[in-house]
């Protein structure tokens, strides 16, 4: 063959491709949707075309099974026969061995397909026809006879009044010419009509680039609605080379012809071919017998009415304009795309050295009459990021392809291993780089594997558990935070730690000591380890110990990360996150010494100057930051590296805060130079075995920079989960909650809790009304506060007349419109725990008193004092219901665990207070409660764990769960949902606590 009809072929080998994973796809879909016309209609097509465009090369062995199969659709798409589990089968293996001939169609003849032409002939039958033929029966005209028509396409054809045509194209003047390949024009064909076959020679011409007068002639037989002169004007063909036959001559051929009917039993299909056989030596293609453009010889038996010749002038009454393009894609060569990619890439690092140029120019008095290459470069800037963009889209696909074939890898394993188990997809159209798609099949494939096999019970377990007895399998893809992250999920029996830990300790992969320290999260990592398996029995399904950890090998090379969620007899959750593209990212650029690096910025959460507002503090042997009441670890880029450390307590440098999957952590490097998009480049070989670096670039000014991989610098230097939990346990204890301190005209300070605080206003003293012996103030855009004076409702010395501005401090949380009067607002501060004095001066609405910046300070009850004044007594919606309960508060912080004591000690029958979810779950063992109330971050087991655990606890599923959090947001909402909790509320108000309660144990009866 020439170079020219191996490209030709080789697009044959792309699009027939195409049109089979379609048809796969499209084939398990109709087991489900037996009756789906638009289906039916959509897999006769995917089948007729790899037939049509088959035939056209002359390979005869994938034409022939093609076109048993579309016979047997063609029965299904008319309603004459249904679909079956068997006959699905069938067609599924008739796939597989299409796409073996058609991956090798040079050696397609060498592959056996006899066993399924065989059943699916079977599955036809063929009916006289309407009169017995005569020794003089019709035939057809000689330029027909180099095509396998198909009666059931003509017989639709006649019926619905169509034309059938002929058109004899020329390879280089009808189709090269106007910028198509001949299977482009095939497509145009289809897209007007219905393709019935094609025939061409290619033993004419001894190949595709010979001169025209060695033209390649290609035939299409084909039935359409429109006339000729249309045809000929949209095809922008000579009248010669268009041939219609009269509707008589297809009529009375077609009354000879027996019509194609179900058999009337279905023979048992072969089974699904799993592994083709391997070709043969190369066979030569045999070409069907030629076409051309002379005039077709006088047919030995001429048709009754033979066909007229249209009017010389009627193909020319219509402008022969140029055709235009049908296609809107264009197949470009992956080497082609790469090339492109790295070209943008040099153009990005030439932008770079040029913004560095026209910046020193532009501040430099010694360029002048260079202010326009500022501007200049400016614009090249915009159209390199454009370009870089482009290019980038160029080589993103969406994902559907790659979740498409796993339907038929759920429905195979579900008959080999009987299990009922329905697929799920979502994002199909999420994009993805071509590079990720190919790297992320096979560790999906075996993901998809593993939750049919290991997670999905069978059957008749699953109903004994109280589930429905299809299992349920769920792969989705979604855009977040510049990451694309991929989900396999299940809902099948879950992972339990235990079975896990024992067959870690069974193949001597951790020992008994090690195990016993090991949290959940912690067990459900063994699964990577290699060698590590939990089935019974090997099979070829699983059992060899060998996957997971590829798994996530394969996952970390392609620069993303594996975590892990599951619920004993819920169900488990992979969840894979990857960046969008491998090629040129955003990154900051940061200095250590006299070196540079670069970080990327899809890590980044922001960038913290440590200060005495945040200073670096060591708790345990281990460097942390406090940033807005939560410790996070901080490592020194320096040290980790082996550099001179240069940073002082005067000169500390920068912290990067970094967030890496679910973990967050700060990076502290020495100076900041500047944000760059920077090309990925491959490591050298002396650097590709370290764990600190994911790449290597090269900056505006020339030098080079290593790209650091921030979860190489980050493996087993972070606390562990358990001990940064221990840390965050010890730093609490040492400082606990922020306040607010404040004086109101006496000597006393006083100090109020700031999560309490909604909003502080400062107002004129002028604009406060006194109605009925109360203080009022009227808001334009809200309702009327009452306010409250400290000296009325506690025994502290009286304040002299308010001045002429005040504070206001509005609480939030509070059912009623108050608002408390203060005169001076002195700081905001931290409170020790141990700090408080709770016995020395005890009354309503306080809650103790510290000695705060050398201060004696009183911690104001603030709800206490809204009781005071009568706007929250005991809600009389709850006093008779809450009064017999018995209630299991867990919560970590010593203020809201006395908030909580006040605000329900006296409406309920029991309440128990626990510092966390563990204790929470230790007396949950052992005493009955009505309800429990949690909060949601704590040290050794948060709320949204605990409740997990009582939701697969089959005592204690059933106990209303109502969350306490400070944090008010959708992320907490719909992790609060998920993990079974009843209701969820906010710290920290009373009256709604209380009605909360109602209104959970009103669900629960």
């Not at 979502?426 to 594997?449: F, K, N, Q």
């Not at 067959?503 to 020992?511: D, R, V």
């Not at 240069?646 to 999957?661: E, F, I």
């Amino acid at each position: 063959m020439s170079t020219e009809e191996n490209e030709m072929l080789g697009l044959f080998v792309q699009e027939a491709s195409e049109h089979l994973e379609t048809l796969e796809t499209d084939l398990v879909a109709l087991e489900s949707r037996p009756s789906d016309a638009e289906l039916l209609n959509r897999l006769f097509r995917a089948i007729h075309s790899v037939k049509g465009t088959a035939g056209f090369f002359g390979l005869t062995a994938i034409t022939d099974l093609a076109h048993v199969m579309e016979s047997v659709m063609a029965l299904l798409r008319d309603g004459r026969m249904h679909a079956t589990p068997d006959l699905i089968n069938l067609f599924l293996s008739g796939t597989d061995k299409l796409k073996a001939m058609v991956a090798a169609p040079e050696q397609s003849t060498s592959i056996d397909t006899s066993a399924e032409r065989t059943a699916l002939h079977a599955l036809l039958t063929t009916e006289p026809p309407a009169r017995p033929a005569k020794n003089d029966a019709p035939t057809l005209p000689l330029y027909l006879s180099a095509f396998r028509i198909d009666p059931e396409l003509v017989r639709d054809a006649v019926r619905h009044g169509h034309n059938i045509y002929v058109i004899q194209v020329r390879l280089h003047a009808d189709i090269e010419a106007h910028g198509q390949t001949i299977l482009d024009y095939l497509r145009e064909v289809e897209s007007l009509g219905t393709l019935i076959d094609t025939a061409t020679d290619l033993s004419e011409v001894s190949g595709l680039s010979d001169e025209l007068s060695a033209e390649l002639i290609c035939s299409v037989l084909f039935t359409t609605a429109m006339e000729p002169d249309l045809l000929l004007a949209a095809f922008n063909l000579p009248e010669s080379q268009l041939i219609q036959t009269p509707e008589k001559v297809f009529h009375d051929w077609l009354l000879t012809q027996p019509v194609l009917a179900p058999a009337p039993s279905v023979a048992t299909p072969p089974p699904a071919l799993s592994h083709p056989p391997a070709p043969a030596a190369s066979t030569a293609l045999t070409p069907p017998p030629p076409a051309t453009l002379a005039p077709p010889p006088a047919p030995a038996h001429p048709p009754a009415h033979p066909p007229e010749p249209a009017p010389s002038g009627t193909a020319q009454a219509i402008p022969t304009a140029p055709r235009a393009k049908t296609e809107e894609t264009v197949r470009i060569s992956v080497s082609l795309l790469d090339a492109l990619m790295n070209l943008a890439g040099e153009m990005v690092l030439g932008r770079n050295q040029l913004l560095r140029i026209a910046a020193s120019s532009r501040d430099s008095a010694a360029h002048p009459g260079q202010e326009g290459l500022a501007g200049i470069v400016q614009g090249i800037s915009g159209i390199t990021s454009d370009l870089q963009r482009t290019i980038m889209r160029a080589r993103l696909q969406p994902v559907g392809g790659l979740f498409g074939k796993f339907n038929r890898i759920i429905r195979d394993l579900g008959q080999k291993l009987g299990k009922d188990i329905h697929l799920e997809t979502v994002g199909d159209d999420v994009e993805l780089d071509r590079a990720l798609i190919e790297g992320l099949s096979d560790p999906l494939t075996h993901l998809i594997r593993n939750s049919a096999d290991h997670g999905i019970e069978p059957g008749e377990e699953r109903k004994r558990a109280g589930k429905s007895p299809t299992g349920h399998v769920r792969i989705s893809a979604a855009h977040l935070a510049g990451r694309v992250q991929i989900e396999v999920r299940d809902d099948g029996h879950g992972l339990n730690p235990a079975k896990l830990k024992a067959k870690a300790i069974e193949k001597g992969l951790i020992t008994p000591e090690q195990s016993a320290r090991l949290s959940d999260p912690e067990a459900w990592q063994l699964i990577f380890a290699p060698g590590f398996s939990t089935a019974a029995v090997v099979s070829d399904v699983s059992g060899r110990g060998v996957g997971m950890d590829v798994v996530k090998t394969n996952i970390e090379r392609l620069g993303g990360r594996v975590e892990i969620s599951s619920v004993l007899g819920q169900g488990t959750a992979i969840i894979i996150r990857l960046p969008l593209t491998l090629a040129i990212i955003p990154a900051l650029i940061v200095g250590c010494g006299t070196r540079r690096f670069a970080v990327p910025q899809l890590n980044l959460d922001e960038i913290v100057r440590p200060g005495p507002d945040r200073p670096l503090e060591n708790f345990g042997g281990s460097r942390i930051i406090r940033l807005r009441e939560e410790l996070l670890p901080v490592l020194n880029l320096s040290t980790l590296l082996g550099l001179p450390d240069h940073a002082t307590a005067d000169n500390p440098g920068y912290v990067l805060m970094l967030k890496l999957d679910d973990r967050r952590f700060g990076l502290q490097v020495e100076e900041i130079n500047d944000t760059e998009e920077i090309v990925v480049k491959p490591l050298g070989r002396h650097l590709q075995n370290t764990s600190f670096y994911s790449g290597a670039t090269l900056l505006g000014q020339g030098e080079i920079a290593l790209i650091l991989d921030l979860a190489g610098l980050a493996h087993g230097r972070l606390p562990a989960e358990t001990h940064a939990r221990q840390l965050t346990q010890e730093a609490t204890a040492a400082d606990t909650e922020r306040v607010l301190l404040f004086r109101d005209g006496t000597p006393e300070t006083f100090a109020l809790h700031i999560a309490n605080i909604g909003r502080i206003e400062r107002i004129a003293s002028s604009r406060i009304e006194r109605i009925g012996g109360h203080d009022y103030l009227r808001q334009k855009n809200g309702p009327t506060l009452r306010l409250l004076r400290i000296q009325d409702q506690l025994p502290v010395t009286p304040a002299g007349p308010l001045p002429e501005e005040i504070h206001i401090i509005v609480p939030r949380l509070v059912h009623h419109p108050i608002a408390l009067v203060v005169e001076t607002i002195l700081d905001a501060t931290d409170l020790p725990t141990a700090a408080l004095d709770r016995t020395s001066l005890a009354a309503p609405g306080i809650l103790g008193t510290a000695s705060l910046q050398q201060r004696l300070t009183i911690l104001l009850d603030l709800y206490g004092l809204v009781r005071l004044v009568g706007l929250d007594a005991s809600p009389t919606l709850a006093a008779t219901s809450l009064s017999s309960l018995r209630i299991l508060v867990a919560e970590d912080t010593a203020f809201f665990r006395e908030a909580v004591r006040r605000g329900l000690g006296d409406l309920v029958g029991t309440l128990d207070i626990v510092n966390d979810g563990e204790e929470a779950w230790q007396r949950l063992q052992t005493t009955s409660y009505d309800v429990l109330i949690t909060d949601l971050e704590m040290p050794r087991l948060n709320g949204f764990e605990l409740t997990i655990r009582i939701r697969a606890d089959a005592r204690l599923k059933t106990l209303p769960v109502i969350s306490l959090s400070a944090r008010d947001n959708e992320e907490f909402h719909t992790r609060a949902t998920q993990a079974g909790i009843t209701h969820y509320e906010t710290k920290l108000d009373r009256e709604r606590l209380c009605k909360a309660l109602t209104r959970v144990l009103s669900l629960a009866v």
